[in-house]
């Protein structure tokens, strides 16, 4: 498989048959892709906004995407994007609620899931660190896996996985010895 590029499988010579139905492929998908969202964003709802965005533009052209060997990698793929978007959106609308309201207390709701500090820890890491670390572990994904997802070489995916777990090994072990 070439990297950083999802191999579509109508060339081959088991393609027929190869291209899923989208409702099946929809069916199948939605929970683990919405999961991945939601510990990219840190909000339910934006998590479902990402997946539907995600798996909207899958359905576009599915006759492209449903004949990729593994179009649940491709949805992952744009999720992780629309994810970044999203964030970078986020922090050029709290600037401009800053810059309109200079002098009133803000307040951000506290996320009430389980594993709440962790997933708040993951998204601190630099965006690849947080992408691969929580791909690895929420999706239970290989390293060749997360490569292909983010379009990067294994390698690199290693490198963000090591760092992203030192970075959470020194934050959270700092906390139990000074508890």
């Known amino acids: 498989m070439a990297r950083g590029r999802l191999v579509d499988v109508r060339s081959s010579p088991e393609a027929a048959g190869a291209v899923q139905d989208f409702d099946a492929f929809y069916a199948g998908e ?10 990219l964003s840190g909000s339910r709802w934006a998590a479902e906004d990402l997946a539907q965005d995600a798996f909207l533009a899958a359905h576009r052209d599915w006759d492209r995407i449903g004949a ?17 978007s999203a964030f970078r959106r986020r922090i050029a ?19 009430s899931a389980d594993g709440a500090d962790f997933w708040r820890a993951v998204r601190s890491l630099p965006r690849r660190q ?50």
């Open 93 to 111: 609308e709290a600037k401009a609620l800053t810059r309109a309201a200079i002098g009133q207390p803000t307040s951000v709701s506290e996320l």
């Open 30 to 39: 939605y929970s683990a892709i919405v999961a991945l969202a939601f510990a």
């Open 130 to 179: 947080a992408q691969a670390v929580t791909l690895h572990y929420l999706e239970d994904l290989s390293v060749a896996d997360i490569a292909e997802i983010l379009g990067t070489a294994e390698g690199t995916v290693k490198k963000h996985l090591h760092e992203g777990r030192k970075a959470l090994a020194q934050r959270f072990g700092s906390e139990e010895r000074g508890a």
């Open 68 to 84: 990729y060997e593994r179009p649940g990698a491709w949805v992952r793929q744009v999720v992780t994007n629309l994810s970044v």
